[in-house]
């Protein structure tokens, strides 16, 4: 078998094992924790208690509570796989799936642009700074607080700045009343402009740590024996360069996962700051009103996205770093 | 390298001693600064009437340093908000620096945890190596893929009642697996190493080179790994204190900062409610990488360069 197919079937493997695992974990906790899921959703209709007994069955057939637990836990995934999440509570009757489908596009909108961008901007900022001692004592602190800042607090001072001392950007949604979602380019933007606070939050912050972790490769690459063999060869300061990024590049790619749970959290909170609608916004109005399907629904969703991320991510360190392929040709799985 | 002289090394090294110095500086804040309000935790004048303590709010929205008076059990007293109040009349530095409080217990119960988890699960995983490694990996990648915040909020979306202990402790379970994995290669390659082997030649107990031989070397490596997980869990803390998961009573740095959204202390132009409580997470925390750099650079020699 070659080592890149030994590798796509472990890394499938794995996510598979992460899905499964957290669907379990959607299923279990509500059921093992303390205190009465239905109770507390009951206590919403407290005014109306002919109406909380016709609730009461409802809810303990809607989740299966009468039944075995695992026949429960064999519905839930039948009813996971079929996109079928439960009814919110807050937005009822909208189905929570029918919610977050209309959230997710303006996740990845913000998401996205975010990461890669931060990503570039960060590396090359950080490769600057890692080659120019001065330029980095400078620089350094500044990425430090970046990435020490809680991306939500990031956030508020931004809006704080642009918004309210400058009135160059809304405060908050992501469209202005008034104006109805379409692919028009008075949409476009009028979205763009609500966006660019949100985008910079996540940006700002998420470049920091792409630059300080560039920086401390580059440090460690231009120190390397096979750098200091370049140089005795006497190859351009470009050259040399060339080759330490490209090696610096490699611990970045897979620092991605790690980060990407990072910002995908991030995202949550700056949302909130913004009032923008998409999952952190729902997320937040599920933990308000106690409304259980939403926040199970927010979760698995959050998870499924990281996961094919993180899928996406693998996929492309294999095509660039050649070792993989090899090293699944040796060892094995 | 002795503990003496790496100490020695590190006094020397100007990233450490700016660290240590906000790190040290917040630290004080965060013990002492209590003793330095008349307010309570939630930033209310407490009242005494024989054995009850009644919280009193005082005057709203007043800008930092201003002049305020109470009506007490003992007459007027003369009080002054250093950072102003909130829309509800509490005293917002008495709020920062019992928040600040909780945050170093969060930091330290939680970071501990997950330090000593991942040290455990890291270590035993690459002494082992074989069945006991892949398995305790798979775990580990598995939980590195899971967002941290997504399974927090599962967990403590249906917790009816919590607080700072409950709180750390689910952010310490979840919060170890990149320390695993980072012990884990350390781990991997200590053991190889010439003293390893010469201790395993000469009969030494599995016991005595772990904690003999291996972990000695291994001290610094667990600090930095501590102080990350110090300074990650006051962030995960803050961040769900924020969307309403925090301690069911009491005040947090991420609660204020939650109330002062909710109530637009942004739009109000209230900056002494919005800003002060995420600028001291965020100096706090560059402390902490300081340290991390500064020590960083006492066991690599070759991350120092010239210019030091």
Redesign the interface.
């Known amino acids: 078998m070659s080592g890149i197919k030994r590798y796509l079937i472990r890394k499938t493997l794995i996510y598979t094992l992460t899905f499964f695992l957290a669907v379990t974990i959607d299923f279990i906790i509500p059921r093992m924790m303390p205190g009465d899921p239905i109770g507390v959703l009951l206590s919403r209709f407290a005014t109306l208690p002919e109406a909380t007994k016709y609730l009461h069955g409802y809810f303990v057939q809607a989740f299966g509570l009468n039944k075995p637990l695992w026949e429960q836990y064999l519905s839930f995934w039948n009813a996971v796989l079929h996109g079928d999440l439960g009814v919110s509570i807050y937005y009822y009757p909208k189905p929570v799936t029918e919610i977050l489908k209309a959230a997710i596009p303006y996740d990845l909108a913000l998401l996205f642009p975010a990461l890669v961008a931060s990503w570039f901007v960060g590396n090359w900022l950080g490769a600057i700074a890692g080659k120019n001692r001065k330029l980095d004592s400078y620089l350094m602190p500044v990425f430090y607080f970046l990435q020490a800042s809680p991306y939500f607090w990031f956030a508020i001072l931004l809006s704080y700045l642009f918004t309210f001392k400058l009135g160059w950007f809304p405060i908050s949604g992501a469209y202005s009343y008034g104006i109805i979602p379409s692919l028009s380019w008075e949409f476009i933007k009028d979205y763009l402009y609500h966006w660019i606070l949100p985008f910079l939050s996540l940006f700002m912050v998420q470049l920091g740590g792409w630059a300080i972790g560039m920086r401390n490769m580059i440090i460690y690459e231009v120190e390397a024996d096979y750098i200091r063999y370049l140089e005795a060869l006497g190859a351009s300061e470009r050259t040399l360069m060339k080759h330490a990024f490209k090696n610096a590049m490699l611990p970045q790619v897979t620092g991605l996962a790690i980060q990407l749970g990072l910002l995908v959290a991030g995202n949550v909170t700056v949302q909130i700051v913004f009032s923008y609608p998409g999952i952190g916004y729902v997320l937040m109005q599920g933990i308000m009103n106690q409304d259980y399907f939403l926040i199970q629904g927010a979760f698995l969703v959050i998870i499924l996205t990281v996961l094919i991320a993180n899928f996406t991510i693998d996929l492309l360190y294999a095509l660039i770093d050649p070792r993989v392929r090899t090293s699944y040709t040796e060892e094995g799985a | 390298m002795s503990l003496k002289r790496t100490l020695r090394i590190a006094l020397k090294n100007s990233k450490f001693k700016v660290g240590i110095a906000i790190v040290t500086i917040m630290a004080i804040f965060a013990l002492l600064g209590p003793l330095t309000t008349p307010f309570d935790n939630m930033g209310y004048y407490p009242i005494k009437f024989g054995n009850t303590t009644f919280p009193k709010p005082t005057t709203p929205s007043l800008p930092p340093m201003s002049q305020d008076t109470v009506y007490g059990s003992s007459g007027v007293v003369n009080v002054t908000h250093y950072l102003g109040t909130d829309s509800f009349g509490r005293d917002i530095y008495a709020q920062l620096t019992y928040g600040m409080r909780s945050s170093f217990f969060i930091g330290i119960v939680a970071g501990g945890l997950a330090t000593l988890l991942g040290l455990l699960i890291g270590f035993v995983a690459g002494y082992k190596g074989g069945w006991t490694d892949e398995s305790l990996m798979?775990l580990t990648?598995?939980m590195?893929?899971?967002?941290?915040?997504?399974?927090l909020?599962?967990?403590a979306?249906?917790?009816?009642y919590r607080g700072t202990g409950i709180e750390s402790l689910i952010i310490g379970l979840t919060a170890w697996p990149?320390a695993a994995r980072a012990v884990r290669a350390q781990t991997l390659s200590l053991k190889n190493r010439e003293f390893v082997n010469l201790a395993r030649l000469s009969g030494l107990s599995d016991l005595r080179i772990i904690f003999g031989e291996i972990m000695p070397n291994m001290i610094s490596y667990v600090f930095m790994v501590f102080i990350l997980q110090f300074?990650g869990s006051i962030?995960a803390a803050?961040?769900l204190d924020?969307?309403?998961?925090g301690p069911t009573r009491g005040m947090s740095l991420g609660i204020m900062?939650q109330q002062?959204?909710l109530w637009n202390a942004?739009?109000l132009?209230y900056?002494w409610w919005?800003?002060p409580?995420?600028?001291v997470?965020?100096?706090?925390?560059?402390g902490?990488?300081?340290i991390n750099?500064g020590l960083?650079e006492v066991f690599?020699p070759?991350?120092r360069?010239?210019?030091e």
Not at chain 2, 144 to 151: E, F, G, N, R, S
Not at chain 2, 157 to 160: H, W
């Open positions: 798979i990648n598995i590195l893929v899971i967002p941290t915040m997504a399974l909020i599962i967990i979306a249906y917790l009816p990149w300074g962030l803050v961040g924020f969307i309403g998961l900062l002062a959204v942004v739009t132009g900056w919005a800003i409580p995420g600028l997470i965020a100096i706090l925390i560059t902490l990488y300081f750099t960083d690599n070759r991350l360069g010239g210019g």
